[in-house]
């Protein structure tokens, strides 16, 4: 059963980004899997997290980010064993991979069939990162399946720095907010894509690609 929206102030919990509580992450994860929707600091920014299995919560996130259902979202995963199964990889995508992989890039793949239908890209792609990040990975291996995970924001407005924005902006959206301190950085993932021409960027974020 999905986890309604919360009606009030959604709940706060303290975490550690470096060594996060099992505690936390046991509460967050169950959120999840019931699912909610919850909030987190990444490796880049703040984001909001979801199952990619739970078609009403995804829903729910496209309404907090005003995004129509041919705009995608990125998706998170623990391992490319994930990757594999929820994309088709190319030996174009293949170097990407072991260039960048744990890191802030978002790889734009052929989605296999594996891949629920309201989470592809018109042209039935699917974006996927792997972070390295010790919270996130931790969140995805307690969930045990990747996320939908878009920068936790209000659309045209920049994404969150800290976890005590969330609460005020997001009261009665959410379910979840773990708070772990202020980002520096509200710098996104860049987003690439392998095609016929060769790799295109399709959103300058932290990282800069070169060629392979």
């Known amino acids: 059963m999905a986890v309604r929206p919360a009606a009030h102030r959604p709940r706060m919990l303290r975490i550690s980004r470096d060594l996060p509580e099992w505690k936390a992450i046991a509460v967050a994860a169950r959120v999840v899997t019931r699912g909610g929707i919850i909030v987190f600091p990444t490796d880049t920014t703040y984001g ?3 199952s990619i299995y739970c078609e009403e919560a995804v829903r729910r996130l496209r309404r907090l ?3 129509r259902s041919d705009q995608p979202f990125l998706v998170i995963a623990a391992d490319t064993d994930w990757v594999r199964e929820l994309a088709v990889v190319t030996a174009g995508h293949q170097r990407l991979i072991n260039d960048y992989w744990p890191g802030p890039l978002s790889i734009v793949f052929e989605a296999s069939e594996a891949v629920p239908e309201y989470l592809m890209g018109p042209r039935r792609t699917i974006a996927l990162r792997i972070p390295d990040d010790t919270l996130t990975q931790s ?4 969930c045990g399946f990747p996320l939908v995970a878009p920068s936790a924001n209000l659309k045209g407005m920049e994404p ?4 005590h924005k969330m609460v005020r902006d997001f009261a009665g959206k959410v379910d979840l907010v773990l708070d772990g301190g202020s980002i520096e950085s509200i710098t996104p993932s860049t987003i690439v894509r392998v095609g016929s021409r060769g790799l295109e960027v399709l959103r300058e ?5 070169r060629e392979a």
Do not use: E
């Not at 974020?205 to 690609?209: E, Y």
């Open 48 to 50: 909001f997290a979801a």
């Open 65 to 67: 980010k005003a995004r």
């Open 139 to 142: 969140i995805l291996r307690a």
């Open 160 to 163: 969150a720095t800290s976890a």
């Open 205 to 209: 974020g932290r990282l800069v690609v």
